[in-house]
Structures are given as C-alpha cells and as structure tokens.
C-alpha cells in the first residue's frame, strides 16, 4: 500500500541554520504531496503542496519539491526561527482527503 | 481564523467502557475526517463523511467504532467497547471541498485505555 517515511527526529537546530526534513513516498500512480505543521497546543495545519512532478511548493520561507525521479518531498527552509519549533508530518493524497501521513519530525529551533 | 474544535483534549477509560469523541467542524465545511496518531507511530486515517453518510474507512474503522454529526454542528467518534490498543491521539478534520488536500485539524484528543 501506500506509504510515507520521513525522517526520525527529533531535529535541533540553532537560529538561523539551514533546515532539511527528508521525505519519501510509495504509491502507485502520481500522488499530490504535502507538507503539515503542527505547533504546540494547535492542530494540524497546510504548510505547503505540490501536485505534480516537479512542482515547487512554497510557504513562510519553506519551500518543497515533487521529485518523481527519487519520490522525495524534502521540506527546507534557508534560515530557520525559534517560531518554526513545531512537528512537521509529510503526506501523499489522490484527491480525496484521505491523506497517508509520516510519524511526524519535532523540530526545535534554540535562540 | 475559524477552527475546528475538539473536547475533551484528555479522555482516559477503563478498556470494555464507550467513549465519545466529541468535534465541531469549521462551520460551512462540508467534509469530515477522525485520524489518529499511536504514540510513536504515523497518523492514521480512520473515516471519511460527507452528506450525512460514511464516504471511506480504513480497516482500522471496524464495527466497534461510528460516527454520527447529530445535530449539524458536531461531528462524534463513538468506540463502543475500548481497548487497551485503541489508545492514541485522535484527530479531527474537516475541509471546503474534496480534492484540495487542505485539511483543517483539531487539536486532538489524547484518548488513554487502561
């Protein structure tokens, strides 16, 4: 069936550093990807999407592309924040909402 | 920002009891989901409801568990008899439209069957 990896955290980085959480898919066919976010105390919420190979999605400095040739999804960020602390969870969909997640990668920023 | 709203944040049961997860979906959404997350492991999809009726479940969604929106506002997750491996962080969602990939999640509920 269909499956996402994503990296294993949890990531701690300082201020300012580069960001990358590696992200895989398995599917059969093209899936839509996307990225969540989810900071303290809140729910889940769209970061950022791409729906077809070689899509960029971009979003508050993060910036995701579909890679069909390595079914990657990598979420990067070129100068992270203490307010980007939250866990981040990749996820593939064919249209109908019903998304197959990652376990979801805690990143902590440090003043 | 409208939001979805779930309570209680902490439920904890005894294994055997019935528990309902309670939900209100952002208002004129038309789309509802219950995902949840074992401790440690990747979220789940459960079930999916539209029109007043169950669009897709997954296997995990067996007959021990439903769902019902009563009253148009809320949106219930009901397991009639728990058990110890129902226990995990269940989430729910709601969205405008299919086919769009933006959900909006609650916040969840921390759900401990002892």
């Known amino acids: 069936g269909d499956s996402v990896t994503q990296m294993e955290g949890p990531v701690t980085l300082s201020e300012e550093a580069f960001l990358t959480i590696n992200c895989t898919y398995t599917a059969t066919g093209y899936p839509s990807l996307f990225w969540y976010v989810q900071y303290p105390g809140e729910g889940l919420q769209l970061l950022l999407k791409a729906t077809k190979a070689d899509d960029k999605g971009s979003n508050k400095g993060f910036e995701a592309t579909y890679r069909k040739e390595t079914t990657s999804f990598h979420l990067e960020k070129g100068s992270v924040q203490v307010s980007d602390s939250a866990v981040y969870f990749c996820a593939s969909g064919f249209g109908n909402e019903k998304l197959t997640f990652g376990t979801g990668t805690r990143l902590t920023i440090i003043p | 920002e409208p939001e979805v709203t779930q309570t209680p944040s902490h439920q904890v049961t005894q294994m055997g009891q019935e528990v309902i997860l309670r939900c209100v979906p952002i208002?004129?959404?038309?789309?509802f989901y219950w995902y949840r997350q074992i401790l440690g492991q990747k979220v789940e999809f459960l079930v999916s409801f539209y029109n007043n009726e169950i669009s897709e479940k997954s296997e995990i969604f067996d007959d021990q568990f439903s769902v019902e929106r009563p009253d148009g506002s809320n949106f219930t997750l009901k397991i009639r008899s728990t058990k110890l491996e129902d226990s995990a962080m269940y989430f729910c969602a709601s969205s405008e439209a299919e086919g769009l990939g933006k959900l909006f999640f609650g916040s969840g509920t921390q759900l401990s069957v002892l």
């Open positions: 208002s004129n959404h038309l789309y």
